[in-house]
Antibody, heavy 118, light 107 residues
């Protein structure tokens, strides 16, 4: 079955960077895109960015452009999202989700809590 | 960016009730509309894609309709496990955008 397993919770200081990983299994990794979505405490869902593991193409929400770097490793079926210049309002749960084209985001990781605090 | 407006933002309903949530896009998105259910502390779960198609394993009490700018999610008979927050999402244009969510609570 399709599974996306994310790395564990992180605590970072303002100005630092954080890298969240998302290991995929149960499907052909290069056949589906990966989106990153975050959710601040008590708030709604916010789409951040998308990457194609097939060719590395990316799309970013403008507010994250220049601060987010996404990579994939097809040898380990892992997608990574690095967010830099962290601020306190980056405190959120970060999710990866499989993008199945017309079927939308059909599978999600369990989420990774990133806390930014001095 | 396309704005997705959900209403209501919250509702109280009883077990067995029929519940309808609406989602309006600020411009036409065809049928590239998905609905998600999220329970506290859990990842979102995909319910519906392409406005009206049920994801595999999702019970038929959930149904979706609409195209263009106006969409609805209907739960035919609310059960205790359906109390959650529901989000719509357009995935026709980047940046992908979500509605603000509808919290369905027990009356």
């Amino acid at each position: 079955q399709v599974q996306l397993v994310q790395s564990g919770a992180e605590v970072k200081k303002p100005g630092a960077s954080v890298k969240v990983s998302c290991k995929a299994s149960g499907y052909i990794f290069t056949s589906y895109g990966i989106s990153w979505v975050r959710q601040a405490p008590g708030q709604g869902l916010e789409w951040m960015a998308w990457i194609s593991p097939y060719n590395g193409n990316t799309n970013y929400a403008q507010k994250f452009q220049g601060r987010v770097t996404m990579t994939t490793d097809t040898s380990t079926n892992t997608a990574n999202m690095e967010l830099g210049s962290l601020r306190s309002d980056d405190t959120a749960v970060y999710y990866c989700a499989r993008d199945s084209g017309e079927l939308g985001h059909d599978s999600w990781g369990q989420g990774t809590l990133v806390t930014v605090s001095s | 960016d396309i704005q997705m407006t959900q209403s209501p933002s919250s509702l109280s309903a009883s077990v067995g009730d029929r519940v309808t949530i609406t989602c309006r896009a600020s411009q036409g998105i065809g049928n590239y509309l998905a609905w998600f259910q999220q329970k506290p502390g859990k990842a979102p779960k995909s319910l519906i894609y392409a406005a009206s198609s049920l994801q595999s394993g999702v019970p038929s009490k959930f149904s979706g309709s609409g195209s263009g700018t106006d969409f609805t999610l209907t739960i035919s008979s609310l059960q205790p496990e359906d109390f959650a927050t529901y989000y719509c999402q357009q995935y026709n244009f980047y940046p992908l955008t979500f509605g603000g969510g509808t919290k369905v609570e027990i009356k």
